[in-house]
């Protein structure tokens, strides 16, 4: 009989433990409790990065349609034709290969006008080395400024 008095008070206070366990539950409040749910959205932090997070979409809003516009300006009339079967990916990468073939153009352009330009500057050279001047006089005289 001794040994069912033992279990008896064992399994009494595993018993209290678990009650004890499931008040301190019930009575601490925790994320997962509803109440704290409400509290933490009208926590200043969490609205700050709501609005932030607003911000941000109306950017990104803003950004693909100014892309969207980009792509439609630069692609040719020649393109835009053909291409009501295509992807926005498409005419996007059409619309890149456009503008820069028109950059490699207008660099090839520039490049043509700096060997002129050089060529210009030094015969004005040659030009003010013969006659024993300076060369903004050579410059003056042909009307060249120092700015072109």
Same mark, same amino acid.
């Given at each position: 009989m001794a040994t069912k008095e033992a279990a008896?008070?064992?399994s009494n206070s595993a018993d209290a433990? =678990?009650?004890n366990?499931? &008040?301190s539950a019930s &009575?601490?409040?925790s994320p997962t409790h509803p109440d704290s749910e409400a509290n933490l959205t009208s926590t200043p932090r969490l609205q700050a990065l709501e609005a932030k997070t607003t911000a941000l979409r109306t950017t990104l809003a803003s950004l693909e349609s100014q892309r969207s516009a980009l792509v439609a300006q630069a692609t040719s009339p020649s393109? /835009?034709?053909s291409s009501h079967?295509? /992807? =926005? =990916?498409d005419e996007t990468r059409s619309a890149l290969a456009t503008a820069s073939a028109a950059i490699k153009h207008h660099i090839a352009l520039l490049q043509k006008y700096n060997e002129i330009k050089d060529i210009g500057q030094g015969?004005?050279?040659f030009i003010a080395d013969e006659r024993g001047v300076r060369i903004a006089d050579?410059? =003056?005289e042909f009307g060249v400024d120092g700015k072109d």
């Open positions: 008896q008070p064992a433990k =678990e009650q366990i499931t &008040s &009575s601490d409040p393109n /835009s034709a079967h295509t /992807s =926005e =990916e015969l004005m050279g050579v410059m =003056e």
